[in-house]
């Protein structure tokens, strides 16, 4: 198995293909990445999404070039010894017309060989629909777009279908009836076309023995696919041969489109609709009927059932393809926590491909530990995001900002009473219809047992959704009739946290539904009843996943602004201690040695340099306080009012201010695009709160009032006191923030782990969430930097930190030690170092060694608090009397990879911080055999 080394994240996309990114990888080379890591490459709906659509799983993206160029890529990376590592998305796709499999669908309903490739519930017991599927895709009420002649009838070689937009929707065949039956009668009458009634009626009684699209015994199905087939055909060969036919033909189609003004001509439309296996229907009622799993709350995302084989090795076929071909050397799997069951879906991807390196896109929330039992290397990076976040946060500071952040912006208290509230909130607004499914299915299951068979249904609901909002972890992982421990501890967590919100629900409810979800089943209940059980649970495992992400990540974290950095995704409320950090980095190398180590993803809140500057406020809480409460009052007056209230208000305004600190731009050039990104990622902010707008529902006034707030304080003029202040201060966080950094990309770089870089992210990385984290790479600037890397002083690149070349030189430098010492970083003993000394609790450090070759890693922390100049963290005067202790075991003889100094360690084995970071604020020891 390849494991890589390093990694550096490609998004893949508009303006960036296969040819794009080969000629890229002589550089990746040369900063010492060894494998790139691709988003999405398969063919995709859009070029918007970053292949997270996928439409054909079975050809590679057009868009992004062609397969000989993918090729050329692939081989340009054999050529400098690098691997692929390729993101694949099992859990869902397109659910759009560009996808052959879900068009099948539409125009076959359950009868379709595809219909089980997607997880649709064809008769949910909250709306029977006799095999049909509500599909929210209307840009407004049904009655509306039908009268507004939005939806068009057409017919082409491939059978009739109504475009709406940009999807052509597939007419069902077996319900071509009417359309000839008007053709009929249209032509009853015209003796030059007499000839013709014959075929047609054929056509008419062939279309009345076609098997209906509720089809499911296999051998009418078969029929059902050889009629239709030669009935599209035929219809095709009369339109194209036939002038009678392909007139008449034409004027039915004219009449079924309807008149506009006259609601009874779009008649013949609506009833061919209605007897579709899809239900058109506006976009608003999805939360509320959709009777398809969807990618969280998007409705244009279909979930698939990827536990079945068939459906595992079709959508599989490609990626197998390209590692049994060596042009993929490993897989990220999107979403893992959306399957049915994750861990039959990597047993099954791990015995196909015994040899790949596989990462999961797993969210680890607290105290929580990825499965064992999982074959694969590890998780996408977050934990280590959050644990490096957690450390490098000033837990006295972070105390002090807790204080006065209600006082000062009027903001909750808890994250806790946030979370839960806005986990409730999304399954009301977001997950109705998903809700009412499982609450009406739990409601059988009571039913059927004796104690629970007197239950209030609406108890029964209420229960089920309290604990799914009270569940500490994305979601639990039976699979079977044998609980696993942790689960029944977060379930019991669960319980016990619901039981305390909500102390009216009877005891019969909460054990019944307890139950449930452990799978504690009456030993009479027979087999398929058990089964049924299980179902159940693991129906509602893919359900608590999506209110975690959209009530936690997508909601609550931008309600509750305390400090808005430890706001990401799979993010804590409280900071580390270095012996938590060190724990952590101790388990990582005993059990996930090959995991990733992220810093900025595609899907992050921040860019890892916005947080590292936004954390730099809890070293200074007293100057952030006094600084806003001064903001605040100047600002006051160029607020506008909106239903009684000021706005942006207290809380969103606190917002607006981390967010200006921590993604203000360095170079001034710059600021033009900045205040653009920054007003589109407000108005983001503002509707994923969903407190005064929302995506369902946008308050253009509320959001114009915000906008105009932060323009007008961005604009200089002599009666605006905020700006001057405000960039007075900035620029020393932003100095601050750069030394934060520094020392959480050496970490990333050196503690257990595969350092994973995003794009561009080698130089300072200010991006806000998607899609601004998702904008074109000027590589062409970071390749001229490191460039200019020869013979380059280092203290010459600290004092131009702005340029962010530092950075990039601290990666290309690590990253080569990583090459030249691959034992050590991948299978190489992990050892904390103690420092003692007055300033003991500002660094982190630790060794890295395999047999007699040792690196050593040190990382200061809370630079604000170690120097009130804004300068480096380095020299005799910041460190004082602190030392670092190195294990007898160690060698005496070091040198810096940064500076070159040289370094010995005397038989105390006790080194002065000073002597270590002399000149630079981190270091990276490489011992030399005694």
């Not at 489109?257 to 229907?281: H, I, K, M, T």
């Amino acid at each position: 198995m390849r494991i890589p080394l390093s990694t550096y994240r490609l998004q893949f996309g508009r303006g960036f293909g296969f040819r794009e990114a080969r000629r890229l990888v002589p550089y990746l080379h040369r900063l010492g990445i060894s494998d790139v890591y691709a988003s999405p490459i398969f063919r995709a709906r859009s070029d918007q999404a970053s292949g997270y659509d996928v439409a054909d799983p079975t050809s590679l993206d057009p868009r992004l070039g062609s397969r000989d160029e993918f090729l050329e890529f692939s081989a340009e990376l054999k050529r400098h010894d690098m691997g692929l590592l390729l993101d694949i998305v099992p859990n869902h796709m397109a659910a759009h017309t560009s996808n052959p499999w879900w068009n099948d669908v539409l125009e076959n309903g359950p009868s379709s060989r595809y219909a089980y490739y997607f997880d649709i519930e064809w008769d949910p017991p909250s709306h029977p629909r006799s095999g049909k599927m509500l599909w929210p895709i209307l840009g407004a009420p049904y009655a509306e777009v039908l009268e507004r002649k939005e939806f068009a009838l057409r017919f082409s070689a491939d059978g009739f279908a109504v475009q709406y937009f940009d999807r052509s929707l597939p007419i069902d065949p077996a319900t071509y009836g009417s359309i000839i039956a008007h053709m009929q009668r249209a032509l009853a009458g015209n003796e030059g076309c007499a000839p013709l009634l014959e075929e047609i009626a054929a056509i008419g009684s062939r279309i009345q023995a076609l098997p209906p699209s509720t089809a499911t015994d296999a051998e009418e199905i078969a029929r059902r696919y050889r009629e239709k087939d030669e009935l599209k055909r035929r219809l095709w060969e009369l339109y194209a041969a036939n002038g009678c036919f392909h007139t008449r033909l034409d004027e039915s189609i004219r009449i079924y489109n309807g008149e506009a003004g006259d609601p009874r001509s779009f008649d013949p439309l609506d009833d061919l609709l209605g007897q579709q296996p899809y239900v058109l229907s506006y976009w608003q009622v999805a939360r509320e009927r959709v009777n398809y799993r969807r990618f969280f709350d998007i409705t244009d995302l279909v979930g698939v059932n990827i536990q079945e084989p068939d459906v595992f090795a079709a959508t599989h076929a490609l990626v197998f393809q390209l590692v049994d071909e060596g042009q993929v050397t490993g897989l990220r799997i999107d979403h893992i926590d959306g399957l049915y069951d994750p861990a039959e879906y990597l047993r099954r991807l791990r015995e196909r491909l015994p040899e790949c390196y596989i990462v999961v896109e797993k969210i680890l929330e607290q105290k929580e530990t990825l499965s064992r039992e999982w074959p694969v290397s590890g998780t996408t990076g977050y934990d280590f995001i959050n644990a490096v976040t957690g450390v490098t946060t000033d837990a006295e500071g972070l105390e002090r900002i807790a204080e006065i952040y209600p006082q000062i912006a009027g903001g909750p208290a808890s994250l806790a009473d946030v979370v839960y509230e806005q986990k409730k909130r999304v399954i009301a607004q977001l997950f109705a219809g998903e809700a009412l499914s499982l609450s009406l299915h739990l409601n059988l299951l009571a039913e059927q047992d004796r104690y629970a068979k007197d239950a209030s249904p609406q108890g029964l609901t209420s229960a089920l959704m309290e604990v799914t909002a009270c569940l500490p972890v994305y979601r639990t992982y039976t699979r079977s009739y044998q609980i696993r421990p942790p689960d029944l501890l977060q379930i019991d967590r669960a319980f016990q946290e619901a039981r305390r919100r909500n102390p009216q629900v009877s005891e019969t409810i909460w054990n019944f539904v307890r139950r449930v979800l452990l799978l504690d089943c009456p030993s009479s209940l027979p087999a398929e009843h058990r089964a049924r059980w299980r179902q159940f649970v693991q129906r509602w495992q893919q359900f608590s996943g999506p209110v975690m992400a959209k009530g936690k990540e997508d909601t609550a974290f931008y309600i509750y602004n305390r400090l808005i950095s430890m706001n990401e995704v799979g993010g804590q409320d409280h900071p580390w201690s270095v012996e938590e950090f060190r724990q952590f980095a101790e388990a990582r190398a005993r059990c996930w040695p090959h995991t990733l180590n992220a810093g900025t993803t595609h899907d992050t809140k921040r860019g890892e340099d916005v947080r590292t500057r936004i954390q730099v406020l809890a070293e200074t809480p007293d100057a952030w306080r006094r600084s806003v409460k001064r903001w605040r009052r100047w600002n006051a007056r160029l607020k506008r009012v909106l239903n009684g209230s000021s706005v942006p208000g207290p809380n969103e305004e606190f917002f607006i201010y981390q967010t200006l600190v921590g993604s203000w731009p360095l170079d001034p050039s710059d600021m033009g695009a900045y205040q653009e990104r920054l007003q589109a990622y407000l108005v983001k902010s503002w509707r994923e709160a969903k407190l005064h707008t929302s995506w369902s529902s946008a308050e253009g006034r509320y959001e114009s009032a915000v906008a105009e707030f932060v323009s007008t304080i961005l604009t200089p003029h002599a009666e605006n006191h905020f700006l001057p202040d405000f960039l007075a201060f900035q620029q020393r966080i932003a100095a601050y923030g750069a030394f934060h950094s520094l020392s959480q990309t050496l970490l990333r770089l050196s503690l257990p782990g595969v350092p994973d870089i995003y794009q561009g992210a080698e130089l300072w990385e200010l991006s806000l969430v998607d899609p601004d984290n998702r904008r074109p790479v000027d590589f062409e600037r970071r390749q001229t930097l490191l460039s200019a890397f020869t013979d380059c002083e280092p203290v010459k690149l600290l004092e131009n930190w702005r340029d962010g070349a530092v950075k990039q030189y601290v990666i290309q430098k690590v990253l080569t030690c990583r090459r030249e010492n691959a034992a050590v970083f991948q299978g190489g003993d992990y050892l904390a170092l103690e420092a003692g000394g007055r300033r003991a609790d500002h660094v982190m450090a630790c060794a890295r060694h395999s047999g007699m070759a040792w690196v050593a890693a040190v990382a200061p922390r809370f630079p604000a608090r170690l120097s009130r100049s804004a300068g480096p963290p380095i020299g005799k005067r910041v460190w004082a009397d602190t030392e670092l202790g190195f294990p007898v075991t160690a060698p005496r003889r070091w040198s810096n990879l940064f500076t070159g100094e040289s370094l010995e360690v005397p038989g105390t084995g006790r080194v002065p911080l000073a002597a270590i970071l002399r000149r630079f604020p981190i270091a990276l020891l490489v011992a030399h055999p005694d």
